[in-house]
């Protein structure tokens, strides 16, 4: 028997930690078209498309979809949602190179993909023409978080040598067209001489960001135009090359949540409010958590544990509270019926009755209130880390914490949880009839796990927990009390002088 609880609890610790590999490998796909050829490079979060036509970048496909959130296209000139996207017509693709207005590159480049590892992809585009060479490199990591390392290089000379960064899109709704100097943000071009530092430009629309932050870019200066098709576009150019010039940087291709704009060096473009700046807190919080422990199951969990103790204090007072008004109920039910035609007096009689028991009514109050709080900020910090949480190693059964739970096997614990919790709770109201209150008690469960179902199994994770521990803290305030009710009794003192052996 002892040797099968220990296979046994080591099956169950075996269990705890098994965590799913995470993200996976690089996927590539050549794609053969009219006289050129694609290549598509699919990590865990985005899907680029680079062809030999110009030596463009024409997508970076955001294929993964947190809660609330759907599949979209970075690359400015893309219309439509989801899997629905078209590319408009007449408009100019990122990294597209121009001799003054002329574009320079509508032939054929050469691509090349080099493989380090299954982790990394470089795509190299190249071309020679005429005394004039371009060299572009994209080097894609699959754990990265939306980000693709930019190399580009113009040898040759030439007057007003441009490079396109992308169609700017105009009308309502429209991304803004954004310029990083000094790590401010600003809606036009500075002035040379104003700023330390050009860091970069780019859109930085409601749920998507296109930005190119630039490390290195001496001679590069931003410029917005129309090209051919009377398209506007906006990019860099170099008034007067003369020999070499090198622009290298990152290029973010995702969503608009701070956390990941900071990871990659723009968080400059972010102005937060004062809850935004308590939530980022509490997500770098969850990140700490995560660092700390390698998984996310146990962030959730030890940030579960944490806020229990944190607020054991507050819930014990609301504990002992609603304890003594189960106990004063039948009490309170009888000035009910005595004065139920005098609600003045069935008033002063039941503060009278507070006053005796020392019972504060509200007492309860206040902790269930600073609940809530939590539990919306967990929810927004899961959802605004959900690449991160994607992007980590899975937690039991579940690959991804920032994604419903598949089974709904936490939905369905945390529900059996939540009625237990309410049996418990009735159980110390024997001589309460069972009224509406209580009713809604044992359909407020059900009706959170139809309508809420879909929610990040991490917040399920996180709100089972928070119910184990209150019936824990439930029944520890429990003995306490009972122990205050009825004291242990001393043994009683020898009666004959002797002392007891």
Same mark, same amino acid.
């Given at each position: 028997?002892?040797?099968?609880?220990?296979?046994?609890?080591?099956?169950?610790?075996?269990?705890?930690?098994? =965590?799913?590999?995470?993200?996976?490998?690089?996927?590539?796909?050549?794609?053969?078209?009219?006289?050129?050829?694609?290549?598509?490079?699919?990590?865990?979060?985005?899907?680029?498309?680079?062809?030999?036509?110009?030596?463009?970048?024409?997508?970076?496909?955001?294929?993964?979809?947190?809660?609330?959130? *759907?599949?979209?296209?970075?690359?400015?000139?893309?219309?439509?949602?989801?899997? +629905?996207?078209?590319?408009?017509?007449?408009?100019?693709?990122?990294?597209?190179?121009?001799?003054?207005?002329?574009?320079?590159?509508?032939?054929?480049?050469?691509?090349?993909?080099?493989?380090?590892?299954?982790?990394?992809?470089?795509?190299?585009?190249?071309?020679?023409?005429?005394?004039?060479?371009?060299?572009?490199?994209?080097?894609?990591?699959?754990?990265?978080?939306?980000?693709?390392?930019?190399?580009?290089?113009? /040898?040759?000379?030439?007057?007003?040598?441009?490079?396109?960064?992308?169609?700017?899109?105009?009308?309502?709704?429209?991304?803004?067209?954004?310029?990083?100097?000094?790590?401010?943000?600003?809606?036009?071009?500075?002035?040379?001489?104003?700023?330390?530092?050009?860091?970069?430009?780019?859109?930085?629309?409601?749920?998507?960001?296109?930005?190119?932050?630039?490390?290195?870019?001496?001679?590069?200066?931003?410029?917005?135009?129309?090209?051919?098709?009377?398209?506007?576009?906006?990019?860099?150019?170099? /008034?007067?090359? *003369?020999?070499?010039?090198?622009?290298?940087?990152?290029?973010?291709?995702?969503?608009?949540?701070?956390?990941?704009? +900071?990871?990659?060096?723009?968080?400059?473009?972010?102005?937060?409010?004062?809850?935004?700046?308590?939530?980022?807190?509490?997500?770098?919080?969850?990140?700490?958590?995560?660092?700390?422990?390698?998984?996310?199951?146990?962030?959730?969990?030890?940030?579960?544990?944490?806020?229990?103790?944190?607020?054991?204090?507050?819930?014990?007072?609301?504990?002992?509270?609603?304890?003594?008004? /189960?106990?004063?109920?039948?009490?309170?039910?009888?000035?009910?019926?005595?004065?139920?035609?005098?609600?003045?007096?069935?008033?002063?009689?039941?503060?009278?009755?507070?006053?005796?028991?020392?019972?504060?009514?509200?007492?309860?109050?206040?902790?269930?209130?600073?609940?809530?709080?939590?539990?919306?900020?967990?929810?927004?910090?899961?959802?605004?880390?959900?690449?991160?949480?994607?992007?980590?190693?899975?937690?039991?059964?579940?690959?991804?914490?920032?994604?419903?739970?598949?089974?709904?096997?936490?939905?369905?614990?945390?529900?059996?949880?939540?009625?237990?919790?309410?049996?418990?709770?009735?159980?110390?109201?024997?001589?309460?009839?069972?009224?509406?209150?209580?009713?809604?008690?044992?359909?407020?469960?059900?009706?959170? =796990?139809?309508?809420?179902?879909?929610?990040?199994?991490?917040?399920?994770?996180?709100?089972?927990?928070?119910?184990?521990?209150?019936?824990?803290? /439930?029944?520890?305030?429990?003995?306490?009390?009972?122990?205050?009710?009825?004291?242990?009794?001393?043994?009683?003192?020898?009666?004959?002088?002797?002392?007891?052996?």
């Amino acid at each position: 028997m002892e040797r099968f609880w220990l296979a046994f609890g080591a099956v169950v610790v075996g269990l705890c930690v098994f =965590a799913f590999g995470a993200p996976e490998p690089l996927a590539v796909n050549w794609i053969q078209g009219e006289g050129h050829r694609d290549l598509e490079v699919k990590g865990s979060l985005v899907r680029y498309r680079f062809s030999e036509l110009g030596g463009t970048l024409t997508s970076a496909f955001i294929h993964f979809s947190s809660y609330r959130s *759907q599949s979209l296209d970075a690359v400015p000139g893309w219309t439509g949602s989801g899997e +629905d996207l078209a590319l408009a017509p007449g408009v100019s693709l990122p990294f597209e190179v121009w001799l003054g207005d002329a574009r320079a590159d509508e032939d054929v480049y050469t691509m090349k993909l080099e493989r380090p590892d299954e982790d990394t992809a470089s795509v190299r585009l190249s071309k020679e023409a005429q005394g004039f060479s371009v060299f572009k490199e994209f080097t894609v990591h699959t754990d990265a978080l939306y980000t693709m390392d930019v190399l580009l290089r113009l /040898q040759g000379t030439g007057k007003g040598v441009r490079v396109i960064l992308g169609h700017r899109p105009t009308g309502k709704g429209a991304p803004e067209l954004r310029f990083l100097y000094d790590g401010k943000a600003y809606s036009a071009p500075l002035s040379p001489g104003s700023y330390t530092r050009f860091e970069g430009l780019g859109l930085v629309g409601k749920e998507a960001v296109y930005f190119l932050r630039l490390d290195e870019a001496q001679g590069f200066a931003p410029f917005m135009g129309l090209n051919a098709n009377g398209q506007p576009v906006f990019g860099l150019e170099v /008034q007067n090359l *003369q020999g070499e010039v090198t622009l290298r940087g990152v290029l973010y291709t995702g969503r608009n949540r701070y956390v990941l704009l +900071d990871k990659a060096g723009l968080a400059g473009l972010v102005n937060l409010d004062p809850f935004s700046r308590f939530l980022v807190a509490v997500m770098k919080f969850l990140e700490w958590l995560y660092h700390l422990t390698g998984n996310y199951g146990w962030a959730i969990i030890l940030f579960t544990l944490i806020t229990r103790v944190v607020l054991y204090p507050l819930m014990r007072n609301q504990l002992r509270s609603m304890a003594k008004m /189960q106990r004063l109920a039948p009490k309170i039910k009888k000035l009910q019926e005595r004065y139920k035609d005098d609600p003045e007096t069935l008033q002063r009689q039941m503060m009278e009755l507070y006053r005796q028991e020392r019972v504060n009514p509200l007492g309860g109050c206040l902790p269930t209130l600073l609940q809530l709080p939590i539990l919306i900020l967990l929810w927004q910090a899961i959802l605004y880390s959900a690449e991160q949480i994607h992007l980590s190693p899975g937690f039991l059964w579940i690959r991804d914490l920032s994604q419903p739970d598949p089974y709904y096997i936490l939905v369905v614990l945390t529900t059996g949880a939540m009625l237990l919790q309410q049996w418990l709770t009735q159980r110390r109201m024997p001589e309460q009839a069972t009224g509406g209150s209580q009713a809604l008690g044992w359909l407020f469960p059900v009706i959170m =796990a139809v309508l809420l179902m879909s929610f990040p199994a991490g917040l399920w994770l996180y709100y089972f927990l928070t119910t184990i521990f209150q019936m824990g803290q /439930q029944l520890v305030i429990d003995w306490e009390m009972a122990r205050e009710r009825h004291p242990p009794v001393p043994p009683e003192a020898p009666t004959d002088g002797s002392e007891s052996r």
